[in-house]
């Protein structure tokens, strides 16, 4: 992840919150293979409201569902006589904030699309706490608050969410197919928005305290740990980076690695050895996170000679490397030596109507922002095609 993308979000000059204070999301049920990624962790005290001078008046939009123009479920092109509610104009896998923004603009612009949302629908803002640098939220807003807001603003518009997780696609012929639970949906173009998901050391004790001084996150969660002493797992480029990133906030950052030497680069390893804030520990597996209800300590393994000992921590930073959610593409899709989705010419992908949006092929920016603008061009991009192939009608120029 670039560094500009990390340090973009300027939580520095903030002050220093209770880490854990306000957080009652129950992190139990989510799934153990997403994290917070998005969002960026911040106080939950309300600032001054904001005053613009006058009133603002934004002709307030009516709150009862907008229909569609054509209404009804979409049959397709060429199926005019007989309505299929499986059958869509635009199928987006995904829900997250690609997969969501992509189906506002295909709804809004009469697409009625379908999104096949997953069974743990939301992305990994479901798991995050506060989000504060989501533009528009001078408060911040939690992460699935968030997402409740773009699921319910896309649904306004028509988009037909089920949450079901998509067993298998077929894209080589068109219409193009996915099952999920036993249907099949087709589908005129399809939008990828499957995200990407953190890796997790897979303890339970990791899964009980994450949000409570468990993270997979500088970017989001950083600014939680201002003044306190917290340690970060792994020994490639993102450890390095993440143990660096947070040497501004922490008073003091052990690295703990498995082994004796390191996947991440030189350049990164020798900042930080030569950082005055960085301890690292080779040898090192975390082998419990110790506390109730927040991280107290964690309990350290010497993976050479396997002594145990128990160290005190406020904090704990997974950073051991992301799974893209592409496996049900793999056979369809073009995908790179790290499982991402290659795109070609911004969102598309080698088969025509096929578009791809958010962390599914972006491993440099992972923002809730970033895949939300990725959902919209892959929304526009698909729209364009399908009027290029006649299939819905000409609305790109006022329907956005
Ligand atoms: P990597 O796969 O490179 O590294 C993962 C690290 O986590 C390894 O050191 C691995 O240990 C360790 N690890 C994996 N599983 C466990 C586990 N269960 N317990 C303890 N440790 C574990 O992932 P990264 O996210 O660091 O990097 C992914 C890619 O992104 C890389 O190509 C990297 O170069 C790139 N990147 C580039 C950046 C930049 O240029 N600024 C920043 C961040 C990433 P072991 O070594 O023993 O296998």
């Not at 143990?243 to 052990?254: D, I, S």
Request: charged share 25%; aromatic share 6%.
């Amino acid at each position: 992840m670039s560094d500009d993308a990390k340090r973009d979000d300027g939580p520095a000059e903030k002050a220093t919150p209770d880490p854990f204070e306000g957080l009652s999301i129950d992190f139990g049920g989510g799934p153990t293979d997403a994290v917070s990624l998005n969002g960026n962790g911040g106080a939950t005290a309300s600032p001054a409201p904001i005053s613009f001078g006058a009133p603002i008046s934004f002709d307030t939009p009516p709150a009862a569902p907008v229909r569609p123009k054509t209404g009804g479920p979409v049959g397709g092109p060429d199926d005019g006589a007989e309505r299929d509610e499986n059958r869509t104009k635009m199928l987006i896998i995904g829900s997250g904030p690609a997969g969501l923004t992509a189906a506002i603009y295909a709804a809004r612009a009469n697409l009625e699309p379908i999104v096949l949302a997953g069974i743990v629908p939301g992305g990994q803002l479901m798991i995050t706490s506060d989000v504060e640098n989501y533009p528009g939220f001078p408060d911040g807003i939690l992460g699935p608050e968030l997402m409740a807001k773009f699921r319910a603003q896309a649904e306004r518009f028509g988009t037909r969410v089920i949450d079901v997780d998509v067993e298998r696609v077929d894209l080589s012929t068109r219409p193009f197919r996915a099952w999920a639970r036993g249907i099949e949906y087709r589908a005129d173009a399809v939008i990828v928005a499957t995200g990407a998901s953190a890796l997790w050391l897979g303890l339970e004790s990791e899964t009980r305290l994450r949000g409570r001084g468990v993270s997979a996150c500088a970017t989001c969660d950083g600014f939680f740990f201002r003044d306190k002493e917290i340690a970060v797992v792994g020994g490639g480029d993102t450890a390095l980076e993440e143990a660096t990133y947070l040497t501004r906030f922490a008073t003091k950052v052990h690295l703990l690695h498995r082994r004796e030497s390191f996947r991440a680069s030189k350049i990164m390893i020798d900042r930080a050895i030569a950082h005055p804030k960085i301890e690292i520990h080779t040898n090192t597996a975390v082998d419990e996170v110790l506390g109730g209800a927040k991280v107290e300590g964690l309990r350290l393994r010497d993976t050479a000679t396997d002594a145990v000992r128990d160290v005190p921590m406020e904090g704990l930073f997974v950073a051991i490397g992301y799974r893209p959610n592409t496996d049900v593409f793999k056979d369809e899709l073009e995908v790179d030596e790290k499982g991402y989705l290659v795109v070609r010419d911004e969102t598309g992908s080698k088969i025509e109507g096929v578009f791809i949006a958010g962390d599914v092929h972006d491993h440099r920016y992972r923002q809730a922002v970033t895949a939300a603008a990725d959902g919209c061009k892959a929304a526009i991009d698909a729209e364009r095609w399908l009027e290029s192939e006649g299939i819905s009608e000409a609305t790109t120029a006022g329907a956005w």
